[in-house]
């Protein structure tokens, strides 16, 4: 099933996992999974690389039970960075085989580590490519603060609609801790003329040095109330993980009554954190998209 079809009729709640590092065991995924789709979430994407494998296995095989031992619909993700073109072939050919309907297509992180190819530039080339050679449904990362290497916002977008024009069915947007930031971005990108449904990223906070490595990765802002938050708790940790949690619902509670298309949470293959969270909103993404108001005679 492709995934963008969900959002005509209800607010879409999604999850996010990764694959195990090399140093753990590839079974300790399906645990969490088993958890998750005990949640019934409308579906999970799978990172890709995390488990170090260059070749996509790993990420189409979590994908592939995902769908099929879990009863989710699933999302791969696809980063192009690393390969060429014959090679993104054969994962597309793969990800057919494996009855994967959707893509989170991605440029990809550079890192010194690995000398990128240079096949695909920007996302919005594999966006194009994938059109060519599948008929899958094509997600795409949104930045509402700006990507990293954007020069500016608005250039920011401008990449973005060259992205969506290119074949781009959804957004997942990165993460962030200030919902004004998306709602901003949101009424720029459809006055850029973008109005593909655009999911809004939620990272519950667990501890402090989660949080530092994602300013260092993503360079996102942190509100004054969320600085308190750590500052009060980072040395007690059940507390601030449980003010991690109640932070990240305040932020989907917020999400939803201002008409979000979806949610996507981050849920660093963390079952009881996603399961703490379902729990209090579970029940907001029940309400019909667009209930029928009566009107009194």
Same mark, same amino acid.
């Given at each position: &099933?492709?995934?963008?079809?969900l959002?005509k009729?209800k607010?879409? $709640?999604?999850?996010?996992? !990764?694959?195990? /590092?090399k140093?753990?065991?590839?079974?300790?995924?399906?645990g969490?999974?088993?958890?998750l789709?005990? $949640?019934?979430? @409308?579906?999970?994407?799978?990172?890709y690389?995390?488990?170090?494998?260059?070749?996509?296995?790993?990420?189409i095989?979590? %994908?592939h039970a995902?769908?099929?031992?879990?009863?989710?619909e699933?999302?791969?993700?696809?980063?192009?960075?690393? !390969?060429?073109?014959?090679e993104m072939? =054969?994962?597309?050919?793969?990800l057919?085989l494996?009855?994967i309907?959707n893509?989170l297509a991605?440029?990809? #992180?550079?890192?010194p +580590?690995?000398?990128p190819?240079?096949?695909f530039?920007y996302?919005?080339e594999l966006?194009?490519?994938?059109?060519?050679?599948?008929d899958?449904?094509?997600?795409?990362?949104?930045?509402?603060?700006?990507h990293?290497?954007a020069?500016?916002v608005k250039?920011?977008l401008?990449?973005?609609?060259?992205?969506v #024009? %290119?074949?781009? +069915?959804?957004?997942?947007?990165?993460?962030?801790? #200030?919902? #004004?930031? !998306?709602y901003?971005f949101? @009424?720029k990108a459809?006055?850029?003329?973008?109005h593909?449904?655009m999911?809004a990223?939620i990272?519950?906070?667990?501890n /402090?040095?989660?949080?530092?490595? &994602?300013?260092?990765?993503c360079g996102v802002?942190?509100p004054?109330?969320?600085?308190?938050?750590?500052?009060k708790?980072?040395?007690?940790?059940?507390?601030f993980?449980d %003010?991690?949690i109640?932070y990240?619902?305040?932020?989907v509670?917020?999400?939803?009554?201002? @008409?979000?298309?979806?949610?996507?949470?981050? =849920?660093?293959?963390?079952?009881?954190?996603?399961?703490?969270i379902?729990e209090a909103?579970a029940?907001?993404? =029940?309400?019909? /998209?667009?209930?029928?108001v009566k009107?009194?005679?």
């Amino acid at each position: &099933m492709k995934v963008n079809q969900l959002f005509k009729d209800k607010t879409v $709640l999604s999850f996010e996992v !990764f694959p195990p /590092k090399k140093t753990s065991p590839l079974a300790s995924i399906y645990g969490t999974l088993r958890e998750l789709g005990h $949640l019934k979430p @409308d579906f999970i994407s799978v990172t890709y690389g995390a488990g170090g494998s260059l070749n996509g296995e790993t990420t189409i095989n979590i %994908a592939h039970a995902v769908k099929h031992t879990y009863g989710i619909e699933s999302v791969a993700h696809l980063p192009s960075i690393n !390969f060429s073109k014959e090679e993104m072939i =054969t994962l597309i050919e793969q990800l057919k085989l494996a009855g994967i309907d959707n893509i989170l297509a991605l440029r990809g #992180d550079i890192t010194p +580590d690995v000398k990128p190819k240079q096949d695909f530039r920007y996302a919005s080339e594999l966006v194009s490519f994938i059109k060519q050679h599948g008929d899958f449904n094509i997600i795409g990362a949104c930045y509402p603060e700006g990507h990293t290497e954007a020069v500016t916002v608005k250039q920011d977008l401008i990449n973005l609609k060259e992205k969506v #024009d %290119a074949g781009t +069915d959804q957004l997942i947007s990165q993460l962030f801790f #200030d919902n #004004d930031y !998306f709602y901003v971005f949101r @009424d720029k990108a459809a006055d850029m003329g973008i109005h593909v449904p655009m999911e809004a990223g939620i990272m519950p906070v667990v501890n /402090k040095k989660q949080i530092e490595r &994602m300013i260092a990765i993503c360079g996102v802002n942190l509100p004054k109330k969320f600085k308190q938050m750590m500052e009060k708790y980072e040395h007690h940790p059940e507390a601030f993980r449980d %003010a991690g949690i109640a932070y990240a619902i305040d932020q989907v509670v917020d999400l939803v009554s201002q @008409d979000v298309d979806g949610v996507h949470l981050y =849920t660093m293959n963390n079952s009881l954190i996603a399961r703490r969270i379902h729990e209090a909103v579970a029940s907001l993404f =029940t309400i019909p /998209k667009h209930p029928t108001v009566k009107v009194s005679a």
